[in-house]
Each structure stands twice: as C-alpha cells, then as structure tokens.
C-alpha cells in the first residue's frame, strides 16, 4: 500500500550437468529442476551423458523421466558425500539404462544400476575400497557392480591378467635360461 515492494532472490545452485543423446546440454540445480547452461560461467558438478532420453526446452522446468531422477538422486546423493564428491568424476547411462560411476582414481567403471539404496551401495563400496583394493590394486578390475544388495561383484580386467601371466611366464623363461647357462658353464 505504501509502494514499497519486498523481493526475495535466492540463486539456484546446479548440482549437475547433463549431457542428453539428443546433444542437448543443462543443469539440474538442487531442487530438481532443469535450467539452461550460462555463456559466462561454468559450473563445476558432475556429468551425466550417455543413454539419457530428458529433453530440455531451454527455460526452466521439471524433469520428466525417470532415468533424470534417478541421475540427480544420485548426484545429489554423492555430493553431500565428501569422498564420494572427491572420488566420482562423471555418470554415465549405459544401453541398458543403468548408471554407471566413473571414479577419479582407478581405471574402472562402478556399476550402481539405478537409485534405490544408495547409502547401502556405497557403503558396500567403501567396504571393498578399504579391504579389497589394497590387497590387488586400484587397476586389477574393470567393473566393480554394486547393483545387488549385499554384495560387490568384481570384474576382473583382462589386460592386468594378460601382463601378469606374460610376467610370469617370462620369470620361467628366465628361471629356465638361468638353469640352462649354469649347465653350459659345469
């Protein structure tokens, strides 16, 4: 009445950017809701691209499909985490649409499957980190599937197999040689 206007601004925050099939590019902020991509600015969150069928309109909407909300529970989910924030690089949605994790240290994919149970999935994680992994090392799988309840399924990594054996094999080789040269010198 007296002309004087009250506005509250509070700025979305993206939590993560999505890279769709149709090479269409948007944030998700912390609500859940798509916004546009800034010529200014670039945030730095996680990427999801892959096999994700979310179009964007570009302006400010909700999400649509399932695979879009089960992508920013889970980036949601690993950026309250401060390891899993430090240690996932990017999402990815396979053919099957399942999500898969890229971490930043090892050469691996993590196979999470879809958003259900994340504190126990990566609880299972973070167990195989700390007991499995010291005792093989960060490269000995390619696949590590955290899909199941109550287990972690560890695909081993061909090319490591491959390297061990030829190392192996070249141990004989020279266990093999080193017996023929003491012969040749008695």
């Known amino acids: 009445m007296d002309g004087v206007i009250n506005v509250e601004i509070s700025q979305r925050q993206p939590i993560l950017r999505i890279m769709n099939r149709f090479d269409q590019d948007f944030y998700v902020d912390q609500h859940g809701l798509k916004i546009p991509l800034s010529s200014n600015f ?4 996680l990427v999801a691209n892959g096999y994700i069928d979310e179009l964007f309109a570009n302006q400010v909407d909700t999400l649509h499909t399932a695979m879009a909300m089960e992508l920013f ?18 999402i990815y949605v396979n053919k099957d649409h399942e999500i898969e994790l890229i971490p930043r240290v090892g050469n691996n994919r993590i196979l999470l499957g879809d958003a259900d149970s994340l504190d126990t999935k990566f609880h299972n994680l973070l167990v195989f980190y700390k007991k499995a992994l010291p005792q093989v090392g960060w490269d ?11 287990q972690v399924i560890g695909v081993r990594n061909e090319k490591l197999k491959k390297d061990s054996l030829q190392t192996k ?3 004989m080789d020279s ?3 080193e017996k023929d040269t003491s012969l040749i010198k008695n």
């Open 42 to 45: 670039t945030a730095r969150v």
């Open 175 to 177: 266990t093999k040689m």
């Open 169 to 171: 094999k070249a141990g």
């Open 73 to 90: 529970k889970t980036a949601d989910y690993i950026r309250k985490d401060s390891l899993w924030d430090a240690q996932i690089a990017q």
């Open 140 to 150: 000995a799988y390619k696949v590590i599937n955290i899909k199941y309840a109550n």
